[in-house]
């Protein structure tokens, strides 16, 4: 069965797995959404049995239809390599009532290099396979972390290019150094003048120049982008899904069959989105908890069915969910509007044009029962990590205690005593300052990697 993707806004374009890759974001600003998600029709105890590499090629193959074996292999042995430093890739700690699925053993400490590590291979591939000549190279905007998971990422990938660009005072001293001191030939990063939205602008401006496209062209390069929105990234976060069920059965943790819970700390809604897709795989996937921080535009939607993006904006001890426009959700909203690209063009341009969108309460219950939504305020988030180092000895960063908070939560709100997998998406020597005052030990001379 082949597997096309097509845009949430224009059911007229429809693209190979290789083309949507390559694209990205659909010319209408629609995202690419698989036409159905396959069957995962591989016994579990089977996967259970097989390595990352394997399972990741498995779950992968399933949705890139149009790689060959040895294309998908080739990408996949490339990325999750000797970069990550367990050979399990994202190993399963169980810890205070729950498994804690690590995606911080790659190359920058979080879980972006779970995506961003083979990205760069599925792009070089897919451009080989659509007949590109050019080099392909990456505009990035970043506020900080984002920026080196990707130069990590693309850092010597022949026939690629990276330019990262930066606010020039707008990230931490370490995460400007972490960006400066990239290693590789093909890797480039400015500083520069303004803020995040304006770099962001400017790498719009610049992807949208068709003068400058074709003046590109001729010296033989095109533009592309790895933001989160790519289906390149999306597709191989499902694989550590399918792995961590797989395992948690191969080591009897759970019986066949049982139904697990999941519960991500959640920013743009990828990482959750593809514990769904698992799920729709058909991983027994009960509820998938989406944890919010003190920027709770998701939590407010899942209890009222209204994304509403007007609001303040707070800045947390858990920067990479601070965030009011959820990317990803366009493509749960697009699910849940019966896959009609004109209705979700319509929710859309109610967001754009008037700062929030009614999907209906009603409709949310009836569609996606699956998922649960709330948060953590900044004290709660900080009695979490605590709490986990004080009963268990295991610390986790500031990200992942908020999604072991709204856990707590989600137990006390609804009884469920299911087997819950957390997903833990940093580091907490990531976080060190945070971590530390949280756990009662102040440091004023360490600071977060991530601090604004
Ligand atoms: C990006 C990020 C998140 C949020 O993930 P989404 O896929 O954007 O929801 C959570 N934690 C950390 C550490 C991250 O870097």
Same mark, same amino acid.
């Given at each position: 069965?082949?597997?096309?993707?097509?845009?949430?806004?224009?059911?007229?374009?429809?693209?190979?797995?290789?083309? @949507?890759?390559?694209?990205?974001?659909?010319?209408?600003?629609?995202? &690419?959404?698989?036409?159905?998600?396959?069957?995962?029709?591989?016994?579990?105890?089977?996967?259970?049995?097989?390595?990352?590499?394997?399972?990741?090629?498995?779950?992968?193959?399933?949705?890139?239809?149009?790689?060959?074996?040895?294309?998908?292999?080739?990408?996949?042995?490339? @990325?999750?390599?000797?970069?990550?430093?367990?050979?399990?890739?994202?190993?399963?700690?169980?810890?205070?009532?729950?498994?804690?699925?690590?995606?911080?053993?790659?190359?920058?400490?979080?879980?972006?290099?779970?995506?961003?590590?083979?990205?760069?291979?599925?792009m070089v591939t897919?451009?080989?396979?659509?007949?590109?000549?050019?080099?392909?190279?990456?505009?990035?905007?970043?506020?900080?972390?984002?920026?080196?998971?990707?130069?990590?990422?693309?850092?010597?990938?022949?026939?690629?290019?990276?330019?990262?660009?930066?606010?020039?005072?707008?990230?931490?001293?370490?995460?400007?150094?972490?960006?400066?001191?990239?290693?590789?030939?093909?890797?480039?990063?400015?500083?520069?003048?303004?803020?995040?939205?304006?770099?962001?602008?400017?790498?719009?401006?610049?992807?949208?120049?068709?003068?400058?496209?074709?003046?590109?062209?001729?010296?033989?390069?095109?533009?592309?982008?790895?933001?989160?929105?790519?289906?390149?990234?999306?597709?191989?976060?499902?694989?550590?899904?399918?792995?961590?069920?797989?395992?948690?059965?191969?080591?009897?943790?759970?019986?066949?069959?049982?139904?697990?819970?999941?519960?991500?700390?959640?920013?743009?809604?990828g990482n959750i989105? #593809?514990?769904?897709?698992?799920?729709?795989?058909?991983?027994?996937?009960?509820?998938?908890?989406?944890?919010?921080?003190?920027?709770?535009?998701?939590?407010?939607?899942?209890?009222?069915?209204?994304?509403?993006?007007?609001?303040?904006?707070?800045?947390?001890?858990?920067?990479?969910?601070?965030?009011?426009?959820?990317?990803?959700?366009?493509?749960?909203?697009?699910?849940?509007?019966?896959?009609?690209?004109?209705?979700?063009? @319509? #929710?859309?341009?109610?967001?754009?044009?008037?700062?929030?969108?009614?999907?209906?309460?009603?409709?949310?219950? =009836?569609?996606?029962?699956?998922?649960?939504?709330?948060? #953590?305020?900044?004290?709660?988030?900080?009695?979490?990590?605590?709490?986990?180092?004080?009963?268990?000895?295991?610390?986790?960063?500031?990200?992942?205690?908020?999604?072991?908070?709204? &856990?707590?939560? &989600?137990?006390?709100?609804?009884?469920?005593?299911?087997t819950t997998v957390?997903?833990?998406?940093?580091?907490?020597?990531?976080?060190?300052?945070? =971590?530390?005052?949280?756990?009662?030990?102040?440091?004023?001379?360490?600071?977060?990697?991530?601090?604004?």
């Open positions: 069965m082949e597997v096309k993707y097509v845009s949430t806004r224009n059911k007229d374009d429809v693209k190979t797995a290789s083309q @949507a890759i390559l694209q990205g974001l659909a010319k209408d600003g629609g995202l &690419y959404v698989p036409t159905e998600i396959p069957k995962l029709d591989i016994p579990m105890e089977k996967l259970g049995e097989m390595t990352y590499q394997e399972v990741a090629y498995e779950v992968m193959s399933r949705f890139f239809t149009d790689f060959t074996e040895e294309e998908l292999k080739c990408c996949i042995n490339s @990325a999750y390599d000797s970069k990550f430093d367990t050979e399990e890739i994202a190993p399963l700690v169980k810890a205070h009532g729950a498994y804690y699925l690590e995606l911080f053993h790659g190359k920058t400490i979080a879980f972006k290099d779970m995506a961003l590590s083979i990205l760069p291979y599925l897919s451009a080989k396979k659509n007949q590109v000549k050019n080099d392909i190279v990456i505009l990035t905007a970043t506020s900080g972390d984002t920026g080196k998971a990707a130069l990590a990422g693309f850092a010597d990938v022949p026939g690629t290019k990276i330019i990262v660009f930066y606010p020039k005072d707008g990230v931490s001293p370490i995460q400007k150094q972490q960006m400066v001191t990239q290693t590789g030939e093909n890797t480039f990063v400015v500083g520069i003048d303004g803020n995040f939205d304006d770099a962001q602008t400017g790498v719009k401006k610049m992807f949208n120049d068709s003068e400058l496209a074709k003046e590109l062209d001729e010296a033989g390069y095109q533009f592309s982008s790895a933001n989160s929105i790519n289906i390149g990234r999306l597709i191989p976060q499902v694989v550590y899904y399918v792995s961590a069920y797989a395992r948690l059965l191969h080591n009897e943790a759970i019986q066949p069959g049982e139904e697990i819970n999941v519960a991500v700390p959640t920013g743009n809604f989105l #593809a514990a769904y897709y698992a799920k729709q795989m058909g991983v027994p996937i009960d509820r998938l908890i989406c944890a919010s921080n003190s920027n709770r535009v998701l939590y407010d939607f899942f209890s009222t069915g209204n994304y509403d993006r007007q609001r303040e904006f707070q800045l947390t001890m858990s920067p990479s969910m601070d965030i009011l426009i959820s990317s990803n959700l366009e493509r749960l909203i697009y699910r849940i509007l019966d896959n009609d690209p004109a209705k979700t063009k @319509a #929710a859309y341009q109610a967001l754009n044009e008037e700062g929030s969108t009614d999907i209906g309460k009603e409709l949310l219950s =009836v569609k996606v029962p699956d998922f649960y939504g709330n948060f #953590a305020s900044e004290d709660e988030t900080k009695a979490t990590i605590k709490a986990v180092y004080e009963d268990t000895g295991y610390v986790i960063d500031t990200h992942t205690a908020v999604a072991a908070a709204v &856990y707590e939560k &989600y137990k006390a709100d609804t009884k469920d005593t299911k957390i997903a833990s998406t940093a580091s907490p020597y990531k976080f060190t300052r945070s =971590v530390m005052q949280a756990i009662g030990q102040d440091h004023p001379e360490l600071s977060d990697t991530s601090a604004r």
